[in-house]
């Protein structure tokens, strides 16, 4: 992922799937957001109001990761990171619990929880919403760039975005942290294109992954908008197909 321009190539996939189809140790840093399965459960008590009821899901946005696939999946997480290179998850307070056993148990070491200050006070059923979980996971030994930097992030949340979307500037704090420019950040559940849109500002390198084309179409258009002031390469996946204005290398 190393070169003079920055490059992006954007999956349509399964998450694992698309994980165990990477190189060994070609990642310096796992950023990502899943759908994790307790979305559900707060959908039910009518907790996440933005995300529309289907008949195969809570929402008709994207499909929810299930708890008992988390263990591939950070198996594959931390086979595909090279050595001594930082993971982070977002989640909430439920799937931490799941997530941090497995992730030991792949091999990582876990640091800490940091904490996500949304600013404003979000839904909720018995105390609302206002922050959220990012773990800290570390493969073999990182220094951190700037150890002034403090375990709560205030960052206010994004209002009519995509489900879940998390602030740009967010991201590019753990992206400055824990890498140096023109190294790689990878993402197997994007979305909307968030943490590849903070790779290019920070000028990092970025593989990102959605299950969802819409996701994925979403996030073309965004890093598309994004790359103005960079020179980036853009390999999006078939089942895409070309659509108007969307000026990218089409990948098989």
């Not at 950023?31 to 289907?54: I, M, N, Q, V």
């Not at 992206?175 to 000028?203: C, H, N, R, W, Y």
């Amino acid at each position: 992922m190393r070169g003079k321009s920055l490059e992006v190539e954007l999956s349509c996939a399964d998450a694992v799937d698309w994980l165990a189809g990477l190189p060994t140790e070609s990642a310096d840093l796992v950023l990502t957001d899943p759908a994790y399965e307790s979305l559900e459960k707060h959908r039910a008590l009518g907790t996440t109001t933005r995300l529309k009821r289907s008949k195969a899901s809570s929402n008709d946005w994207f499909s929810t990761f299930p708890n008992a696939r988390f263990a591939e999946l950070l198996a594959q997480t931390y086979r595909v990171l090279r050595p001594n290179r930082h993971f982070y998850m977002f989640c909430d307070s439920e799937t931490m619990f799941v997530v941090k056993p497995l992730a030991e148990a792949a091999g990582f070491k876990f640091w800490k929880p940091l904490i996500w200050d949304k600013v404003s006070i979000g839904m909720g059923y018995h105390y609302r919403s206002r922050h959220e979980y990012i773990l800290f996971f570390e493969k073999g030994k990182r220094r951190l760039r700037d150890l002034a930097v403090a375990d709560v992030l205030a960052f206010p949340r994004v209002h009519r975005g995509y489900p879940t979307e998390k602030p740009v500037g967010l991201a590019e704090v753990l992206i400055e942290q824990s890498t140096i420019q023109g190294e790689g950040v990878i993402d197997p559940f994007m979305g909307s294109g968030t943490f590849g849109v903070a790779s290019l500002k920070s000028k990092r390198h970025f593989r990102g992954n959605d299950i969802a084309p819409e996701a994925v179409r979403r996030a073309v258009k965004r890093i598309e908008s994004a790359q103005s002031t960079h020179r980036v390469r853009i390999q999006t996946p078939l089942v895409l197909q070309r659509e108007p204005g969307l000026h990218t290398e089409v990948s098989t």
